[in-house]
């Protein structure tokens, strides 16, 4: 099972820092800006978790609210440093980056932060000095800045700006830089005039850069032990560029397979090349490459026996020039990794399930055309075999759920993938932490997404858990999300199904706090709004029966629940569901285990005092429906207006004598062994009725009713 340790107590309280800067480190300024008291110092370690765990806060949590001058704290590095630091998407701006340039950063990571402008490039100026490690990967919008065309102030409000690239923005001065990424750089950039200052870069990555000449690459064959290119379109030059740096230990020249622009095809020679040139190699990836020639060990020559990873073996004949096994080798999206004797200790590919986590592991953090695929592999390996690693596939999705919140393709294959690998086939498998981080995933998706597709998965997997205890975190949240689900004025009938069997669940045994929270929410209107829409429809399903369903469950011992079902006509459509459907024996119990709640509130029940609604109440003490429930709670409910007295009975027709009669032949007739439909919280509306001799018919249903409870649910 999973470990259910708790966070370590640096983690713990940098989020609760985080969701209370007023309280802890910070005061208001004016009210709007937030400053460090002046008697604090925190040293990088703090800092940096601090700015990380902010960044993740404000990505996959929608209850945590972000400060426009969070990053202001940090500005002045007398009482605050900050060292390594990762930054993404729109959550940071140019003020952003600004406000610490006095730092002495040595790690900077921005991630697709498309917001940020030639402006920032001045800024990470402040940071050459120091900086070793900077990705700038997806941040297509930092070469480009705003020029104004200038003229009157007239052509300033016709065309105010324009995006102008800036070519003149080059590494020099950052001496100490040995990784960069540039991943996604937008095209138009010279990137050997940019890099030509760095003089001994370890990592470059240029994935989806197209550059038809890459000799540059050579002034860092001394130094170079990592090299990205994935989706470059390759040639025979670039080939023979990569095979001079024999420095290399990771070499990744992989592609989308998918994108139909590539004219290169990988053969024989070339992975000869690599494995005479590059002798240094532990890693590489060239996934989703065709294979020009065969590049596979007759089968005749195979060694047979156990799947082995020595080269001497290996199934792909240039590798059995390898020295030693590789430490990892993408061959995603190709026909090698199908092979049997694979020389490498970790193999991404889609034969199987070690090698699909292994993909999913590797390109979840800048690939999500290449890691939505993948997951979508383990989906159909979680719902057709068993998953043997349950743990670290569904702490992958996760990752990679929470890392691309926005990408549709993720969030349909990760929630579809997260529906097989909670159901309680690995339950006790799972630990309460991890269960917890699924069901926040899953929320973020229902935010993000009003697509189908992403809402039935989300749905679905929600049923997967013990409701409402598991969801009690995560409580109003998930009823909002619900409800607005069930709002929208077109709805996909299974979702419109699932969403309210959840409503349903998630009102059912929790107290009345938060059953009046949800009445709040709109529950109880929204509910009234499904079944209306059956009633014209002439439709009595399970979206009909768990409507009604939940707003029994809603109303219990909660009397604003109650008013309001009252007020918005509720009522009105019990009559109407009783005259259209007067057949649904499951249906009638419902609505009648509602009104007995209403009932239960003094203040209301003269609002049940017609004689339409006593006639109704009355005819339906005979009813045979559903056993003996239907009978049972129209007793209780007339039971608790009886209760009120004679003086109550503010009507003409029927009689009190002849509905207190009519009460005792039912009572009389019911089976005191008979099983019922049993969901008493708390007795306190019962016994409410026994010390009195107001009704003595009413104390009669109560003695019977806790009679049958104790006699028959023994356990209670």
């Avoid at 060990?297 to 990873?309: A, H």
């Avoid at 240039?318 to 020389?343: A, Y």
Wanted: aromatic share 8%; net charge negative.
């Amino acid at each position: 099972m999973a470990s259910d340790s708790p966070e370590s107590l640096m983690t713990l309280c940098t989020d609760y820092c985080l969701r209370n800067l007023e309280g802890t480190l910070c005061y208001l300024l004016d009210n709007e800006t937030l400053r460090l008291h002046p008697d604090i110092f925190l040293p990088s370690e703090i800092c940096d978790k601090l700015v990380n765990e902010y960044v993740e806060l404000v990505k996959t949590d929608s209850i945590f609210e972000p400060h426009e001058s969070f990053f202001t704290l940090f500005s002045d590095p007398r009482s605050t440093r900050l060292a390594r630091i990762h930054l993404r998407e729109q959550i940071v701006q140019d003020q952003d980056l600004e406000a610490i340039r006095k730092q002495d950063l040595v790690e900077l990571y921005l991630t697709n932060c498309e917001k940020l402008t030639a402006k920032s490039l001045q800024t990470l100026v402040s940071f050459s000095h120091t900086l070793i490690s900077l990705s700038l990967f997806g941040c297509c919008n930092i070469f480009y800045e705003e020029e104004n065309p200038g003229g009157c102030e007239d052509d300033c409000l016709v065309n105010p700006t324009r995006q102008v690239l800036v070519k003149d923005f080059t590494f020099e001065g950052f001496s100490r830089l040995r990784f960069l990424n540039l991943g996604r750089l937008i095209e138009g950039v010279n990137v050997e005039t940019l890099l030509r200052p760095l003089a001994s870069l370890a990592a470059l990555d240029l994935s989806g850069i197209q550059l038809n000449d890459v000799g540059f690459l050579t002034q860092w064959k001394d130094s170079l032990v990592s090299l990205v290119l994935y989706n470059m379109d390759l040639s025979e030059e670039h080939i023979q560029v990569i095979a001079q740096l024999r420095k290399l230990r990771h070499l990744d020249i992989s592609r989308d397979h998918l994108s139909s622009y590539y004219k290169f095809k990988l053969t024989r020679r070339v992975l000869n090349l690599f494995v005479e040139n590059l002798v240094n190699l532990t890693s590489l990836d060239i996934s989703g490459h065709t294979m020009l020639e065969n590049c596979t060990i007759p089968s005749m020559e195979e060694k047979m026996g156990q799947t082995s990873i020595e080269p001497a073996k290996s199934s792909i004949a240039p590798f059995r020039g390898l020295k030693r096994p590789l430490q990892f080798l993408g061959l995603f999206e190709t026909s090698l990794c199908r092979l049997t004797h694979i020389p490498a200790y970790k193999v991404s590919g889609d034969k199987n399930e070690e090698q699909v986590l292994n993909a999913i592991e590797a390109y979840t953090e800048h690939r999500p055309e290449i890691t939505s695929r993948a997951i979508n592999l383990l989906f159909d390996i979680a719902r057709i075999e068993r998953c043997s690693q349950l743990l670290r596939a569904l702490q992958l999705v996760i990752t990679a759920l929470k890392c691309h919140k926005d990408d549709k393709n993720i969030q349909v294959t990760g929630s579809a993938a997260l529906f097989y690998l909670t159901n309680s086939e690995y339950r006790m498998e799972q630990s309460v932490k991890l269960r917890r981080q699924v069901i926040q995933v899953v929320l973020n998706g229902m935010e993000s997404y009003q697509e189908v597709t992403v809402q039935r998965n989300c749905c679905l997997t929600l049923c997967n858990f013990s409701i409402p205890e598991e969801l009690e975190f995560q409580y109003r949240r998930v009823n909002e999300l619900l409800l607005n689900i069930l709002n929208q004025s077109r709805q996909d009938e299974s979702i419109q199904r699932i969403a309210v069997h959840l409503c349903n669940a998630l009102v059912c045994q929790v107290d009345n706090d938060h059953k009046e929270a949800v009445g709040k929410m709109g529950f109880v209107m929204t509910m009234l709004k499904l079944i209306q829409k059956k009633l014209a429809d002439k439709t009595c399903d399970q979206v009909m029966e768990f409507s009604w369903s939940a707003l029994w469950n809603i109303t219990d011992e909660t009397p604003d629940n109650c008013e309001m079902f009252l007020n918005y006509s509720g009522m009105k459509l019990f009559l109407e569901c009783l005259k259209e459907f007067p057949e649904k024996q499951e249906l009638h119990r419902n609505m009648l285990g509602l009104l007995g709640n209403v009932a239960e509130v003094k203040e209301l029940r003269p609002q049940l005092m017609t004689s339409q609604f006593i006639s109704v109440f009355s005819n339906l003490l005979e009813s045979k429906a559903d056993g003996i429930e239907v009978s049972y709670n129209a007793c209780g409910v007339l039971s608790h207006i009886m209760f009120d007295g004679p003086e109550a009975w503010g009507i003409c027709e029927p009689h009190r004598e002849e509905v207190v009669k009519r009460m005792w032949a039912a009572i009389q007739s019911w089976d005191i062994n008979s099983r019922r439909n049993i969901n008493y919280r708390s007795f306190e509306p019962i016994l409410r009725l026994l010390p009195q001799g107001i009704s003595p018919v009413s104390q009669h249903w109560a003695t019977w009713a806790l009679y049958n409870l104790v006699s028959v649910y023994r356990k209670l």
